[in-house]
């Protein structure tokens, strides 16, 4: 469920919406992992912290943005200024980032579930072996975006990968029509941690940064979108 | 994996394990979900808070027991006086039981998967279609204490479920060979929020709880252990 939705109209008084690089600029950011419901209990879940989209979310409104962060179940507390809507299934992010455009940029971080399942209405018991789950294909956010009327003018999205980092986000980009990929290695384990390994990927080539606290990542990756939709 | 195991020979200055009801017995208590991996991002999950489990526990150190609290994956702090082992996965929470016997009592309130899969060495991807599941029952941890040569004199189990309440805790407590059963009705969704609806069913017949606080129903619950135990 959509469980709380800030004002969005304006710029609260805590942003700096009247000065910053991003004055007078309209952010999205999404964060967190998502939950699929597979009975009243049970969810299919990822380790997504929702640390890495709270810190861009946070710079972005320290640079003098209105920010719209829609967040996966995480217990972050909500940065200074920004609006945040709470979602729990792919399908409810989708519905909230297309409900908050237009916008000027768009930094997909959630780690948004691939499938979901068709979900039981009670709880399924034991003795009747397995799950048998029938399996559906969620909304791809950043490719929906990617054709959007009203596509963002900076579409960035983000990977976390395992294996073949850089050539994964490469196909990724052209896939969804993104401008950027923030390719992040996690295959050291990282998700959850409080660091990031980031390649950023673009039609210009690939930016390899050295490990950064999620807060610098944050920090640089806003200082680039400033620079790019300034 | 097994994160923080205090020492646990002795009763720590904290508890009062020369005064009080449970004074010099040891209780095991589990509590909140397991994490079940799917691949390195993913896993199967439930929406247990280990909020009960943790008021038992504390419940528990109060009456001056001495308490073994094995935890699946939340982020509540460990109550005073009490020997905290964080776990992830259901069969990592059986080794954790099996390993702090002998106990008095053992309450397990965690709410333990029913099955694992087989889990994916590196992240598996959208393009391969959905995710072809193979899956393990995972051990019964309070059916293995029922039988095993060091089964605590008194095993209580937790049964949360949203149909046929009381019926599906009477056979769950013949098949474990529990002692008791504490049966959650939540079928008003209630996993997660601060009440709880208990059924208290054991051999005797069926005690219905009001509607309470989940600090109450543990503070009910470990009275009614002190006068089972002592």
Same mark, same amino acid.
């Given at each position: 469920?959509?469980?709380?939705?800030?004002?969005?109209? &304006?710029?609260?008084?805590?942003? &700096?919406?009247?000065?910053?690089?991003?004055?007078?600029? =309209?952010?999205?950011?999404?964060?967190?992992?998502? =939950?699929? /419901?597979?009975?009243?209990?049970?969810?299919?879940?990822?380790?997504?912290?929702? $640390?890495? %989209?709270?810190?861009?979310?946070?710079?972005?409104?320290?640079?003098?943005?209105?920010?719209?962060?829609?967040?996966? *179940?995480?217990?972050?507390?909500?940065? *200074?200024?920004? %609006?945040?809507?709470?979602?729990?299934?792919?399908?409810?992010?989708?519905?909230?980032?297309?409900?908050? #455009?237009?916008?000027?940029?768009?930094?997909?971080?959630?780690?948004?579930?691939?499938?979901?399942?068709?979900?039981?209405?009670?709880?399924?018991? $034991?003795?009747?072996? /397995?799950?048998? #789950?029938?399996?559906?294909?969620? *909304?791809?956010?950043?490719?929906?975006?990617?054709? =959007?009327?009203?596509?963002?003018? #900076?579409?960035?999205?983000?990977?976390?990968?395992?294996?073949?980092?850089?050539? +994964?986000? &490469?196909? &990724?980009?052209?896939?969804?029509?993104?401008?950027?990929?923030?390719?992040?290695?996690?295959?050291?384990?990282?998700?959850?941690?409080? +660091? +990031?390994?980031?390649? #950023?990927?673009?039609?210009?080539?690939?930016?390899?940064?050295?490990?950064?606290? $999620?807060?610098?990542?944050?920090?640089?990756?806003?200082? $680039?979108?400033?620079?790019?939709?300034?």
């Amino acid at each position: 469920a959509i469980l709380a939705a800030l004002p969005l109209d &304006k710029p609260t008084a805590d942003a &700096k919406g009247e000065s910053g690089p991003l004055a007078g600029k =309209h952010i999205l950011v999404t964060a967190g992992p998502t =939950h699929e /419901p597979i009975d009243p209990v049970r969810v299919i879940a990822n380790r997504s912290s929702g $640390k890495q %989209g709270f810190a861009i979310a946070r710079a972005a409104a320290a640079a003098g943005a209105r920010v719209t962060l829609i967040a996966g *179940p995480v217990s972050l507390p909500t940065p *200074p200024g920004v %609006g945040r809507i709470d979602v729990e299934t792919a399908v409810q992010m989708r519905d909230a980032v297309m409900g908050a #455009l237009p916008a000027d940029a768009a930094i997909m971080v959630a780690a948004v579930a691939d499938w979901r399942v068709e979900v039981a209405d009670s709880k399924l018991k $034991k003795g009747k072996g /397995p799950p048998a #789950l029938e399996w559906h294909a969620n *909304p791809d956010i950043l490719a929906e975006l990617g054709e =959007h009327p009203d596509r963002p003018g #900076l579409l960035v999205g983000f990977a976390a990968e395992t294996n073949d980092v850089v050539t +994964n986000a &490469k196909g &990724k980009l052209e896939r969804k029509k993104a401008d950027w990929i923030v390719a992040n290695d996690v295959s050291g384990n990282v998700m959850g941690g409080d +660091n +990031n390994r980031i390649h #950023l990927v673009s039609a210009d080539g690939v930016d390899d940064w050295e490990d950064l606290p $999620k807060s610098a990542v944050a920090q640089r990756l806003i200082e $680039k979108i400033a620079e790019s939709i300034a």
